[in-house]
């Protein structure tokens, strides 16, 4: 699998938009970018995920360079709920069907202030 | 419909001893995938399992081991605990059917060794 390179952390502003970057340089023709989050505590969360055009769902905009080397997870409007590590995972398949792995590195740990 | 339940949600076991943990996946979901989470290894996959067959493993010893049933209930078991065994154990379930392939995680099994 691909590896990724994420910021460490990065801080936003209540109500403004959160835009987290992921670099994959070595992604393959037959991978996807996914996004996952996880609030302290919980099991990460899925958010979206794509294979080259940018998608959007009522969580979260996902925007892949037309290369796919990198692509940028935006929250429009974050909130302090949207407090979490955000994981940017690139697979062979959606959800995992490289038979149920998806390889986490350390994230983005995203503080949301009011 | 109910999400990914893992059972217990906290346990403390002494070394040597040995644990199993389950996971009850979304309905209708035959893939289920073991992850553990430590604060200096992040999320590692363990194992996944569909249709009762073990299809996928990571990188640890064979004291780490798990089963699936036919109604895609999954348990994980670690036989002769080590401190270091001490983590958070997550379970996810995915459909795998086309277009809903996203994993699910459960809120996972955070397990003490003393």
């Known amino acids: 699998d691909a590896k990724t390179t994420q910021p460490p952390s990065m801080d936003c502003a209540e109500g403004r938009a959160a835009n987290l970057p992921c670099n994959h340089s070595?992604?393959?023709?037959?991978?996807?970018v996914y996004w996952y989050r996880q609030i302290h505590s919980q099991g990460p969360q899925y958010i979206i995920h794509?294979?080259?055009n940018n998608e959007t769902n009522e969580m979260a905009s996902l925007i892949i360079t037309e290369d796919r080397k990198s692509s940028t997870l935006i929250l429009p409007h974050a909130t302090l709920r949207d407090t979490a590590v955000y994981y940017c995972?690139?697979?062979?398949?959606?959800?995992?069907?490289?038979?149920?792995?998806?390889?986490f590195g350390q994230g983005t740990i995203l503080t949301v202030h009011p | 419909k109910a999400g990914v339940t893992q059972t217990p949600r906290y346990l403390i076991k002494t070394r040597g001893q040995q644990v199993t943990l389950s996971c009850s996946p979304i309905?209708?979901?035959?893939?289920v995938s073991w992850y553990q989470q430590t604060p200096g290894q992040g999320l590692q996959f363990l194992f996944e399992y569909f249709s009762e067959t073990q299809r996928n493993k990571g990188n640890f010893p064979g004291r780490f081991s798990g089963r699936q049933f036919s109604n895609s209930r999954s348990e994980m078991n670690v036989s002769t605990l080590e401190l270091g065994d001490s983590a958070l154990y997550l379970c996810?379930?995915?459909?795998?059917?086309?277009?809903?392939?996203?994993?699910?995680f459960g809120q996972g099994t955070r397990l003490t060794v003393v």
């Open positions: 995972i690139v697979s062979p398949r959606a959800g995992g069907t490289s038979y149920g792995k998806l390889t």
């Open positions: 309905s209708g979901h035959r893939s």
């Open positions: 996810a379930s995915s459909s795998l059917d086309r277009g809903n392939t996203e994993a699910f």
């Open positions: 794509g294979l080259k």
């Open positions: 070595t992604i393959s023709g037959n991978e996807y």
